[in-house]
């Protein structure tokens, strides 16, 4: 499965809605993900990426589209 694809699986699973997000929405201002849900998304994406996401770096902006967490997680490999 191409890591799009996997990311969007979990920000639907961690949504609980069956959503298809273009690449750019912002997962936080169309209101999918809260920042309750940000720690659900990246203790998903460091589980299914086997990362280590350190604390100091949990912030909306960081995973505020499909685009932003696939260039986050380039940055981790």
């Given amino acids: 499965m191409e890591k ?3 990311i969007i699986d ?4 961690v949504a609980g809605k069956p959503i298809n ?3 750019a929405e912002s997962l936080f201002e169309s ?5 309750f849900t940000l720690t659900d998304l990246v203790g998903a994406l460091e589980n299914e990426f086997g ?4 604390d100091s770096e ?5 995973f505020d ?3 932003r967490i696939e260039a986050y997680l380039q940055s981790k490999s």
């Fill in 51 to 54: 990362i280590r996401i350190p």
């Fill in 4 to 6: 799009r694809e996997k």
């Fill in 58 to 62: 949990l912030t909306p902006r960081k």
């Fill in 10 to 13: 979990i920000i639907r699973e």
């Fill in 65 to 67: 589209s499909v685009e």
């Fill in 21 to 23: 997000p273009a690449p």
């Fill in 31 to 35: 209101g999918l993900l809260d920042s």
